[in-house]
């Protein structure tokens, strides 16, 4: 199973600012890694995927980068709605190994 | 726009069976698709259970797959999942989602709302 790890854990940030999440994977994925933002109470929401492609109707302001076992989310310009907790996910070592989620950033004030 | 539903009893006895049902309305369950189960407990990360495919071919996580069934019915446009052998580890908000392929890679792109299973006796 490819363990997956995020950093930091939690972030305080304000309206405006630009922020940056790394997920690092425990082995090369190539670039099947993709993310999501979870608010309180809701299912997770697709941001990213294949590392560095936007979801359809996902705000430019988001982003993605990386490839093998280091990956970034970013947040251009932070808005009020994007206070969540963001979590990678591996696709690469599937079905045997699973869709290995990461342990989540959590973005707030 | 496709939408899944989720519902099944919110208390199972722990040694018990987890069932739930997905509902898909504005898709259908026999579309180039895969329907995954995935859960999370409080306060912790997701955790993918298992997938499943019209043709019937199924994925399980490993360490699950002795305790899980996951199933479709395309009469009702429905997925299923059972868990059996239930214990307080298993208590969490269970999600089902439409999984599509994205040239070799599966990208989770719609999900339910979820439902909260506690085990608890």
């Known amino acids: 199973e490819i363990q997956m790890t995020q950093s930091p854990s939690s972030l305080s940030a304000s309206v405006g600012d630009r922020v940056t999440i790394t997920c690092r994977a425990g082995q090369g994925i190539a670039n099947y890694l993709n993310w999501f933002q979870q608010k309180p109470g809701k299912a997770p929401k697709l941001l990213i995927y294949d590392a560095s492609t936007l979801e359809s109707g996902v705000p430019s302001r988001f982003s993605g980068s990386g490839s093998g076992t280091d990956f970034t989310l970013t947040i251009n310009s932070l808005q009020p709605e994007d206070f969540a907790t963001y979590y990678c996910?591996?696709?690469?070592?599937?079905?045997?190994?699973?869709?290995?989620f990461g342990p989540g950033t959590k973005v707030d004030i | 726009q496709v939408q899944l539903q989720e519902s099944g009893p919110g208390l199972v006895k722990p040694s018990g069976t987890l069932s739930l049902t997905c509902a898909v309305s504005?898709?259908?369950?026999?579309?180039?698709?895969?329907w995954s189960w995935v859960r999370q407990a409080p306060g912790k990360r997701p955790e993918w259970i298992g997938e499943?495919?019209?043709?019937?071919?199924?994925n399980y996580k490993p360490s699950l797959k002795s305790r899980v069934a996951i199933l479709l019915d395309k009469s009702s446009n429905q997925v299923f999942l059972k868990l059996t052998s239930v214990t307080a580890a298993d208590t969490a908000v269970y999600y089902c989602a439409r999984v599509r392929l994205s040239g070799s890679s599966k990208v989770f792109d719609h999900w339910g709302q979820g439902t909260l299973v506690t085990v608890s006796s």
């Open positions: 996910q591996q696709s690469y070592s599937t079905p045997g190994g699973g869709f290995i």
């Open positions: 504005g898709g259908s369950v026999t579309s180039s698709h895969w």
């Open positions: 499943i495919f019209h043709s019937g071919s199924t």
